[in-house]
């Protein structure tokens, strides 16, 4: 049985972190499903049809992976597509509170679903979504974080 695993997030936008999380998952996984989470309550800063393009122009070598958007509990999109695996990365401590948290919520969901944490590479662990999000916003070049050629915003 092919080992499948989702990595799920907002990836808005998604970084070299998120990209090193991936590179190394795919040591242990035979195919990694990158799902970006749609959330009617929350606005995104960059489109999820733009970031869908960008995450597939990244991993255009990379036949193991792909990527989807859903919108449901993560734990059901896992067992609808095969995956009895998750994947997360762990900057820090306050990843773990809230990643504990999730993990313990995504077995209840779907009980034979395990989730896998790499600790992000320390070079990349300052990188966050919301920090590029603020650079991007006041015009700042951000191609130091993210895999892919990003327009600046015009300011
Ligand atoms: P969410 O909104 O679900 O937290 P994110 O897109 O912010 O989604 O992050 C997705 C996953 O990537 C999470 O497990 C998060 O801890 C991890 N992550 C975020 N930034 C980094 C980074 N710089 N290095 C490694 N993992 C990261």
Redesign the pocket.
């Known amino acids: 049985m092919p080992r499948i695993a989702l990595f799920?997030?907002?990836?808005?936008p998604f970084?070299k972190?998120?990209e090193?999380?991936v590179l190394r998952g795919l040591q242990l996984f035979d195919e990694i499903i990158i799902g970006i989470?749609r959330n009617a309550n929350k606005q995104r800063y960059f489109a999820l049809e733009q970031m869908v393009g960008l995450i597939e122009q990244t991993f255009r070598g990379y036949p193991a992976v792909r990527v989807v958007s859903y919108d449901d509990l993560t734990a059901n999109v896992a067992r609808e597509m095969g995956a009895r695996f998750l994947l997360?990365?762990?900057?820090n401590t306050t990843?773990f509170e809230y990643?504990n948290g999730i993990s313990q919520v995504n077995r209840f969901v779907y009980e034979d679903v395990e989730t896998v944490f790499l600790i992000?590479s320390p070079h990349?662990?300052p990188?966050?979504?919301s920090i590029i999000r603020d650079l991007h916003r006041y015009g700042k070049n951000v191609d130091a974080f993210v895999p892919y050629k990003l327009e600046t915003a015009g300011y």
């Open positions: 799920p997030g907002s990836f808005d970084t972190g998120h090193d999380i989470g997360r990365g762990l900057r990843d990643e992000t990349l662990a990188i966050s979504s």
